[in-house]
């Protein structure tokens, strides 16, 4: 069942003490296995105290030849667990030894049976280099054999024997055992310690030329980490000479072999007291560290490098020296850019110190930044030490949120009070970065600039103040605009029934009134053109007017401006001149354009003595036409003419204010020319020498011209008209005038009035008043389109607002048209006849 080799008379007398020692594992695992077998075979009990490894191999064989019933009175343990419960410092204590090995040896045997132990703990102890442990323990097994009769088997590694000096520790422990030997054999103990001496001999001589090698390695491995060291070396003899030389050296200097070795090493040092002093140290036995030397380059380049360096001497003379060369080009580099930063500091115009490290020590400041803190001795010292009255203040502050962040910080002007009261400074600080990236310093840099602020503040002062006074200004102009658009609106509400009136007259003729009514229509003519030309002004001055451009010829407009301004001129007993090149165009507004001619020739008119000479002349001149309208009037001096364009200015009247107007027509002419992209100016030699106005536009060369054509005024017989009107004059009179031209006309002062007589008379054509009582016209227009027939209906709106977003809200409430109070009879009759040929 097991090997033969196991089988010894120990084990089979059934008691004893026996120790084996073996280098064959699987040997030992199967006497170890016999020895235990022979007690389980017998009906005894087997104890196992080996290491995990040991038990496994031991219970494979026993569990091979043995039923599981059977290896119940088998017990095992762990080596080392075992061990350590009766030990104290690696050293056996009986009592321990005892409560632990002695119970369990007492309580596995069985009275008339053999019991059989296999013990590795000594083994363990040995391995510690414990020899006289292992012996005192295998003599606490002897003595608890004394009083328990049972068979231990014991075995030690020959490994743990290796030389020939543990013969005491060997001889000791094979006399602590009943029975000694060897796994191969049953050797008695001389022949045992042969055999260990002979293993010890052999071991020895392993360990000496392992020891040989080893060396021969290290001498190997430290010449290959010498010659291909990351830094330069070399040795040079004591004569100067180049003895060896790595491949960092030659790398960094770029030489070969035989350009570097064999050569004096002052060929290479570009400063010859330098090297002088390093072999001369070195001569004395002293030794360098970090010593700057400059290195020729094979290419011509110098390099900047450090040397560590020391002699090996022999008998007191030197043998050769060893130098250790560290590149420091980049070093010397940042030491040089360092040194200029610093100077740079220094020099600095502005305030300005360097602060390093975690307590922002004050390491470079220059006579500015003093001046300004007023704080001598500040250099090497920390900040709050330096500085104590800034201690926690605001600069401390951002000096540690700039040293803890990372990132810069400026301010065009910050008051320090804890730095320099009542001072404004320009403050910047600029961290310094570490190899790690972290803000290891930071350069305070600033200007005092209290002056600068102080001018600023006087000028953001007086900037406000001229605001508030713009700003009042600006009302007040807006005011005026609105009390202008207010003034013409409420001023053209009356003109409409008095137009309205003096048409009828017209019409019903009579020549007994004829003279009386001329009178009244030229005023009432002169007053529309008035609250056209204040309503203008408001509007261009609100940029609220837009033009209707088109290409056209430029004498028929000359024309209808001289017909507008004809009454003025007659009634002063002017002389009118008309002098136009043929073929001339301008794109232009045809109304605007009339009404700014219009107004340059009134103003001519009113300011020339009567029987004067107005010239209106038109030509081209480097592609543009020149509009001219020259008088022999009162003529201007240069303070008028500087003004004479401003709102509402007159220049010099007398008291009688023959000259008449608002002082609105040549402010209005100018803004309407600008919108143009033209210009206009005023010309005069002086009071008496009369004036000329040059109007400038762009010359048109396009053939799609615009021309006016006329409409027929005429309304069908008997067309049904609703009129509807607060104003009960302005109605009336427009009522009359339909009625005139064969119109059926319904006329109501209220809009509930209107609705009723809406329904019962159905209109073709409905004129509604925008400012009505109870709802307006926008309301009633949505509230007749509701009603039944109200689709059918034109609607025209009156009103005293032209501007846009008024005809715009008109037609969002259903308003065909729009029109402007005061409105011409011809425009009402115009537009009417439009209304009744869409319906």
Known sequence: ???????????????????????????????????????????????????????????????????????????????????????VGDWPDAARFDAVIGNLVRAAGRPGKPLHAYGEMVALLCARDRFDAAVHLEELWNGLAAHTPFSLFCAYPWSLFPTLELADSFASICRAHTDSGSLRRGDPLEQLEQQRRALALNGEIARRRDAEQRAADREADLADFLDNAAEGIHRVGPDGMILWANKAELALLGYRWDEYVGHHIAEFHADADVIELILDMLMHGET???????????????????????GCFENGKLRYTRCFTRDATQRHERDMALAQRDQMILRSPVATALLSGPA?????????????????????????????????????????????????????????????????????????????????????????????????????????????????????????????????????????????????????????????RGVIRRQVDHLVRLVDDLLDIARVTQGKVTLKLAHLELRPLLDKAAEIASAEIRARGHHLELTVANGLQVEADDARLVQVIANVLINAARYTPRGGTIRLSAQAR????????????????????????????????GIDRAEGGLGVGLSLARRLVELHGGSIEAHSDGPGLGSEFVISLALSTTRNMVVAAGRAQGLPHGCRVLLVDDNVDAVRMLGMLLEQY???????????????????????????????????????????????????????????????????????????????????????????QTALERS
């Open 288 to 310: 360098l560290y970090d010593q700057p030397a400059r290195l020729r380059c094979r290419d011509g380049s110098i390099r900047h490098v450090l040397i560590h360096s020391n």
């Open 742 to 832: 064969h119109c059926k006309v319904e006329v109501c002062h209220d809009p509930l009035t209107a609705l009723t007589r809406f329904e019962l008379m159905r209109p073709e054509v409905a004129l509604l008043d925008i400012g009505l009582p109870i709802m307006s016209g926008h309301e009633l227009a949505r509230e007749i389109r509701r009603r039944p027939g109200g689709g059918q209906c034109r609607l025209i709106a009156l009103s005293g607002y032209g501007q846009p977003e008024d005809v715009a809200r008109s037609a969002a409430a259903g308003f065909e048209l729009h029109l402007v109070k005061p409105v011409q009879p011809e425009r009402l009759l115009a537009a009417l």
């Open 1 to 87: 069942m097991f090997h033969e080799h196991c089988v010894h008379t120990s084990c089979d007398a059934g008691e004893g003490h026996f120790v084996r020692f073996y280098d064959d594992e699987a040997l030992l695992a199967e006497e170890i296995a016999s020895h235990l077998a022979d007690a389980l075979t017998q009906g005894g009990g087997a104890i196992l105290v080996a290491t995990s490894a040991r038990v496994e191999k031991v219970l494979a064989l026993l569990r091979a030849a043995f039923a599981p019933a059977d290896l119940t009175r088998l017990i095992v343990l762990d080596a080392a667990a075992t061990l350590d419960q009766f030990t």
């Open 622 to 653: 480097d592609g543009r036409v020149r509009i001219a309208v020259a008088d022999n009037g009162r003529g201007m001096t240069a303070e008028e003419l500087r003004q004479v364009f401003d709102l509402f200015y007159q220049g010099e009247r």
């Open 360 to 516: 922002l020590r004050i390491t470079l400041v220059n006579d500015r930044f003093i001046e300004l803190t007023g704080q001598p001795g500040l250099r090497d010292r920390p900040f709050v030490e330096a500085l104590p009255a800034a201690a926690n203040g605001q600069l401390h502050r951002l000096l540690r949120q700039v040293q803890a962040s990372g990132m810069p910080y400026s301010a065009e002007e910050v008051c320090l009070e804890e730095i320099r009261a009542g001072r404004y400074l320009r403050l910047g600080l600029e961290p310094l970065y570490g190899i790690d990236g972290s803000a290891d310093g930071i350069v305070l840099s600033a200007v005092d600039v209290t002056e600068h602020v102080l001018a600023r503040l006087k000028l953001e002062q007086a900037r406000d103040e001229r605001e508030a006074v713009l700003a009042t200004l600006r009302d007040a102009n807006r005011n005026k605009d609105q009390f202008l658009a207010m003034l013409g609106h409420e001023l053209r509400n009356p003109l409409a029934p008095i137009i309205m009136a003096l048409e009828m007259m017209e019409l019903r003729g009579g020549a007994s009134l004829a003279p009386e």
